[in-house]
C-alpha cells in the first residue's frame, strides 16, 4: 500500500486491501450493532479518542463505534482537545510514556484528566493512568506517569508471557453475565486509594487482586476487553463519557 | 501444552487457560505501531528500553557480526538472555534455529516473551520449520511471501515479520518482501470465492488461512518488517508500505549514535505520515551502520533464501 492520498495516518493492523478499514464500515463489525446507542444522558454519540503513540489502537476505536462513540485517533494535543474521554490502549507503557512526554501531550494530559476529563485505561494504559508503579517484584520504577488514578500498579504481576492468560470473570457494573478477560503481561492494582472502586477481583497465590477498577469518570482493566470483540466495558466508559459530558 | 491450566502464580481458577492462539497473538497486537531492536548485552537493552523500543531480542552477536564472523550461528548462551532480561522491564526475545525445537524448548523454560525461529542463524532442518502449536510462548517467523507466511501461521507462528536481508543496512529486501505480501494480499481480496482454492495451490498455503486473508484484507496475525532498516525515513517507509511494526537488527548498534538513532527510530515509526517529523527527527544522528549492498551479496550469505 502506499501512503494515503488523503495523508491520514494508517492504523497499524488495518487491512492493506482496502485502506479504509473497518471504521469506515463499522456496521459490518462481527459484534453486531450498539446495545448502548441512545441510551444515558449528555450527548448521544460523544467523540472519545483513542492514544494512538503505539499498542493495540485499532480495536479500541472499533469497540468504541460499536458502543456509541465516535472513536478518534489522537496523536497531537490538537487533536487531544476536541475529544469528550479519551481511551488510552495496552502496548508498552515505558514507550507510550516516553512518546507522550516527547510529543508534547503528557502535561496537556495531565490538564484535562485534572479538569474531568473521563479515561479508560487498559493494560499499558491503565499503568500510565495510575500515581505509581513497580515492577513485578515490588521495586519502584520511576517511568512517566499521567498520575490522575490513585492506585498503584504493579507491571507483570501474573508473570512474563508464558504465564499470560483468559479467563471468565465477573465485572460490577456490566450486566449480562461475566466478561471473557485476556491477560497478557498484565498488571494488577494496589493500594486503591479512599475514592477507587474495585470493580473485578482475581484469586492469585498472593491472595485476590483488583483488575478493574473506577474513581468517578476514570475507568482501568488489567487486561484486554478489546481482544474479544465483546463491547460491554466500553459502553460503560461511554456511559461515564456521556454522564460527564 | 495447549489449553494447560495456569501454573502456579496465575489465578487459581481451573478454567483459566494460557498458550491459546488469543493469548500469543494479542501479545503482538500490543507490540504494533512499535520498535523491536537487537541487543547483545544489558547496557544495549537499557538503552533501548529507554529510547522507547517495544521489546527486544537477546543475541549473542547481532547480524552483521554473523555475517562477519561466518561459522554456524545458534540459539544465545542462556547467560546472556538472562542477563538481559534482568536488566530491562520490557518483553525479551530470543531466536532459535529453523526446525530446532530444542532450542525453542530451552527458549521456553528461560521464559522468554517470544521466540524468533530465525533465517539469520544457521538452519538446523533443511525441510521443516517447528511444530510451533504445541509451545505456550508465542513464535515469530520471517517470510518473503503470502504463502511462506500463510505456511508460517499454518504451524502456528502468531507474528509475522518480512525478511529482508539481515545484516546489510540495505533496505530492498525488506521493500520486496513487503512488497510481495501486501500485494498478494491484494490480489487474493479481488478473487471470486471460487477461485481461491487455486490459489492456496498456488500460494502452497492452507485454504483456510487463504479464506481468511481474502475476507479480510490482512494476515489474522501482525505483520512486521526486518532486515536492513538503519534510519528514521527506512523505518517510515516500511509502515507506509502497510507494516505494523519494524524490527532493527544491526542499524542501531553498528551506528555511530546508537541511543539517538534508536529514539530518532522509534518517533519516525510513530509518526510514519508526518514528513515534518521525520525530518526532526533525521538530523544530526551520526554515521548510519557502513552496511553492505544486498546486489553484491553471493547467493550463499544472502539469509532470506533459507526456510521454506
Known amino acids: 500500500m502506499s501512503a494515503r492520498q488523503d495523508g491520514a495516518t494508517r492504523v497499524p493492523g488495518e487491512a492493506l486491501a482496502d485502506p479504509a478499514g473497518v471504521r469506515a464500515d463499522p456496521v459490518d463489525a462481527p459484534w453486531g450493532p450498539s446495545r448502548a446507542a441512545g441510551s444515558g444522558h449528555g450527548p448521544a454519540r460523544p467523540t472519545v479518542g483513542v492514544l494512538a503513540l503505539q499498542g493495540d489502537v485499532l480495536e479500541h476505536l472499533r469497540l468504541l463505534e460499536a458502543a456509541g462513540a465516535h472513536a478518534v485517533p489522537v496523536r497531537r494535543a490538537e487533536e487531544l482537545d476536541v ?34 476529563l473521563p479515561a479508560f485505561g487498559t493494560c499499558a494504559g491503565a499503568i500510565l493512568l495510575g500515581r505509581a508503579t513497580t515492577l513485578d517484584d515490588g521495586a519502584p520504577s520511576d517511568q512517566p506517569l499521567l498520575g490522575a488514578l490513585d ?95 | 501444552m495447549n489449553d494447560q491450566t495456569a ?57 552483521a557480526d554473523i555475517r562477519a564472523h561466518g561459522g554456524v550461528a545458534r540459539m544465545s548462551d542462556p547467560e546472556v538472555i538472562e542477563s538481559i532480561q534482568s536488566a530491562v522491564s520490557i518483553p525479551v526475545m530470543a531466536k532459535a534455529r529453523i526446525g530446532h525445537m530444542v532450542e525453542a524448548q530451552v527458549l521456553q523454560a528461560l521464559g522468554v516473551d517470544y521466540i524468533d525461529e530465525s533465517e539469520v542463524l544457521t538452519p538446523a532442518d533443511e525441510a521443516h520449520h517447528i511444530d510451533k502449536q504445541p509451545f505456550t510462548v508465542p513464535f515469530v517467523c520471517g517470510a518473503t511471501n503470502l504463502g511462506e507466511a ?10 509475522i515479520r518480512s525478511k529482508g536481508e539481515a545484516g546489510t543496512g540495505d533496505v530492498v529486501e525488506a521493500t520486496r518482501h513487503m512488497r510481495a505480501i501486501a500485494g498478494e494480499i491484494r490480489r487474493l481480496t479481488t ?43 527506512d523505518a517510515a517507509f516500511m509502515m507506509q508500505l502497510g507494516a505494523d511494526g519494524v524490527f532493527v537488527g544491526s542499524g542501531i548498534f553498528k551506528s555511530g549514535d546508537p541511543a539517538k538513532r534508536a529514539r530518532a527510530i522509534v518517533e519516525a515509526t510513530t509518526f510514519a505520515w508526518d514528513p515534518q517529523v521525520v525530518a526532526k527527527v533525521s538530523r544530526g544522528l551520526g554515521e548510519a551502520m557502513v552496511g553492505s549492498n544486498v546486489s553484491g551479496l553471493e547467493d550463499a550469505e544472502r539469509l532470506a533464501g533459507r526456510g521454506w
Open chain 2, 7 to 63: 501454573p502456579q502464580g496465575s489465578p487459581g481458577d481451573a478454567a483459566s487457560q494460557v498458550g491459546t492462539d488469543r493469548v500469543k497473538r494479542g501479545f503482538a497486537d500490543m507490540l504494533k505501531g512499535g520498535v523491536i531492536m537487537d541487543v547483545v548485552d544489558p547496557e544495549q537493552a537499557r538503552i533501548a528500553e529507554q529510547a522507547g523500543a517495544v521489546a527486544v531480542m537477546a543475541l549473542e552477536r547481532v547480524p
Open chain 1, 151 to 245: 492506585v498503584v500498579t504493579r507491571r507483570n504481576a501474573f508473570g512474563r508471557q508464558v504465564a499470560s492468560f483468559e479467563a471468565d470473570l465477573a465485572v460490577d457494573e456490566v450486566p449480562g453475565g461475566p466478561l471473557h478477560a485476556v491477560f497478557i503481561r498484565a498488571p494488577w492494582f494496589e493500594a486503591l486509594g479512599a475514592s477507587v472502586r474495585a470493580l473485578a477481583t482475581v484469586t492469585t497465590a498472593a491472595g485476590d487482586r483488583a483488575v478493574v477498577v473506577r474513581q468517578g469518570g476514570l475507568l482501568a482493566s488489567a487486561f484486554h476487553p478489546e481482544l474479544t470483540g465483546d463491547a460491554r466495558l466500553h459502553e460503560r466508559f461511554v456511559s461515564l463519557v456521556r454522564e460527564a459530558a
Open chain 1, 83 to 116: 475529544v469528550h474521554g479519551l481511551l488510552l490502549p495496552g502496548g508498552e507503557s515505558t514507550t507510550i510514556g516516553r512518546l507522550l512526554d516527547l510529543f508534547a501531550l503528557a502535561e496537556p494530559l495531565r490538564a484535562r484528566l485534572a479538569a474531568g
Open chain 2, 150 to 159: 500463510l505456511r508460517r501461521i499454518g504451524e502456528g507462528a502468531a507474528m
Open chain 2, 191 to 233: 478473487l471470486a470465492p471460487e477461485e481461491r482454492a487455486a490459489a492456496a495451490k498456488e500460494l502452497r498455503a492452507p485454504l483456510d488461512l487463504v479464506e481468511e486473508v481474502a475476507r479480510t484484507g490482512r494476515l489474522p496475525v501482525v505483520l512486521f518488517t526486518a532486515g536492513g532498516v538503519a534510519t528514521p525515513a
